[in-house]
Nanobody
Framework: QAQLVESGGGLVQAGGSLRLSCVAS????????IKWYRQAPGKQREFVGI???????TFSDSVKGRFAASRDNPKSTVYLQMNSLKPEDTALYYC???????WGQGTQVTVSS
């Protein structure tokens, strides 16, 4: 069964850091670009960043310079390192495997001021 499972979310103070993980199973992970999205209460889902199959990354302007991402293909895992977190980063964070068209269930990130 193809699935993505996110983890690593939690409650952190503004200025802190978190690292999210997205573990894939049942898909050919190395052939998938992996995107990160987030959705805050009452708002639309927002693109955060992408890790391409060759490891290149692109981020939205709202997180550029604060977030980084990497992938470990043997572990079928993508990481999202989030630094200098702000209260406006509070959201449910999802990963998405582009080629396989599957979403994870999300992990909650809450940043207190």
């Amino acid at each position: 069964q193809a699935q993505l499972v996110e983890s690593g979310g939690g409650l952190v103070q503004a200025g802190g850091s978190l690292r999210l993980s997205c573990v894939a199973s049942g898909i050919i992970f190395s052939l998938n670009d992996i995107k990160w999205y987030r959705q805050a209460p009452g708002k639309q889902r927002e693109f955060v960043g992408i890790v391409s199959t060759d490891g290149d990354t692109t981020f939205s302007d709202s997180v550029k310079g604060r977030f980084a991402a990497s992938r470990d293909n043997p572990k079928s895992t993508v990481y999202l390192q989030m630094n200098s977190l702000k209260p406006e980063d509070t959201a449910l964070y999802y990963c998405y495997a582009v080629r396989s068209s599957i979403w994870g269930q999300g992990t909650q990130v809450t940043v207190s001021s």
